[in-house]
């Protein structure tokens, strides 16, 4: 059963970067699909990640802020704050 509030489009993995919460970079990653609430993400490397996340994708010059949901098989699930456009 699918939980999703909004609908997913893939992306085509685009790539995006993570960063903490002081806006220090994390992780490079690829965007497995996207919705108005969350993505998919696939990390490129397995370290571990705080639960508040600012990601940025370049290509679509969209930065958000984010929680961590969930992470499994080299995946990780991020929920955008409610007033997540940050830039």
Same mark, same amino acid.
């Given at each position: ?14 790539? !995006?970067? =993570?960063?903490?919460? /002081?806006? #220090?970079? %994390?992780?490079?990653?690829?965007? *497995? ?5 969350? !993505?998919? =993400?696939?990390?490129? /490397?397995? #370290?571990? %990640?705080?639960?508040?996340?600012? *990601? ?32």
């Amino acid at each position: 059963m699918d939980k999703r509030f909004s609908k997913r489009w893939r992306s085509h993995l685009r790539m !995006a970067k =993570l960063f903490d919460r /002081s806006q #220090r970079f %994390l992780v490079e990653c690829s965007i *497995l699909d996207l919705s108005a609430t969350g !993505a998919r =993400l696939k990390p490129q /490397s397995d #370290r571990p %990640l705080p639960l508040e996340l600012h *990601l940025q994708d370049e290509v679509m010059e969209v930065s958000k802020r984010a929680t961590l949901v969930w992470m499994q098989r080299g995946e990780i699930g991020i929920r955008f704050a409610p007033d997540a456009d940050a830039g």
